[in-house]
T-cell receptor, first 113, second 112 residues
Framework: DGGITQSPKYLFRKEGQNVTLSCEQNLNHDAMYWYRQDPGQGLRLIYYSQIVNDFQKGDIAEGYSVSREKKESFPLTVTSAQKNPTAFYLC????????????FGQGTRLTVV | KQEVTQIPAALSVPEGENLVLNCSFTDSAIYNLQWFRQDPGKGLTSLLL?????REQTSGRLNASLDKSSGRSTLYIAASQPGDSATYLC???????????FGTGTRLKVLA
């Protein structure tokens, strides 16, 4: 089955910890994206990557880091510098030209305890 | 800066009604526009993609239109059903930036 897999589904973080959210796709898409969703708000772009070994900051990159070492994978690390990390995190992928239809994973809900 | 607005924020209708959801964007330099559905606690499911050169797309009971010059798109849902209850989001893929900008969504409830 082609698609995007995010793991884990639920994640709990203690104050001061770094945590990493996984995102894997087997759609052979060039571009991958991380969004954050807070209750009652739209999706806000954290980071995006058009090709391997390259990525750009989105609108709310502070306190987050990413890597893109493989085309299929785009992990997101939420660092201790992110002061309000409790949110729903969504990963997406698409081609970056031609048919740029975006596909999303099922999300990871991160809670600070 | 591209901004995407969806009106209304919430909508409640009886089963069987035809309804229209609205999406507006401030910059017409878009590559495409995509409509999504989101169920509570879930990821986004793609419904329809309209390329910038197209005027509309149809899938089953759904029809989406695009008017780039006026910065508007509408999602038409025919004969609504309780299973259509969800949040509907539109997003524009901004030309030259390779990223999607999302609206805040319309929360739809279809009453049986």
């Amino acid at each position: 089955d082609g698609g995007i897999t995010q793991s884990p589904k639920y994640l709990f973080r203690k104050e001061g910890q770094n945590v990493t959210l996984s995102c894997e796709q087997n759609l052979n898409h060039d571009a991958m994206y991380w969004y954050r969703q807070d209750p009652g708000q739209g999706l806000r772009l954290i980071y995006y990557s058009q090709i391997v070994n390259d990525f750009q900051k989105g609108d709310i990159a502070e306190g987050y880091s990413v890597s893109r070492e493989k085309k299929e994978s785009f992990p997101l690390t939420v660092t201790s510098a992110q002061k309000n990390p409790t949110a729903f995190y969504l990963c997406a992928s698409s081609m970056y030209s031609g048919n740029t239809e975006a596909f999303f994973g099922q999300g990871t809900r991160l809670t600070v305890v | 800066k591209q901004e995407v607005t969806q009106i209304p924020a919430a909508l409640s209708v009886p089963e069987g009604e035809n309804l229209v959801l609205n999406c507006s964007f401030t910059d017409s330099a878009i590559y495409n526009l995509q409509w999504f559905r989101q169920d509570p606690g879930k990821g986004l499911t793609s419904l329809l993609l309209i390329q910038s050169s197209q005027r509309e797309q149809t899938s089953g009971r759904l029809n989406a239109s695009l008017d780039k010059s006026s910065g508007r798109s509408t999602l038409y849902i025919a004969a609504s059903q309780p299973g259509d209850s969800a949040t509907y989001l539109c997003a524009v893929f901004v030309s030259g930036t390779y990223k999607y900008i999302f609206g805040t969504g319309t929360r739809l409830k279809v009453l049986a």
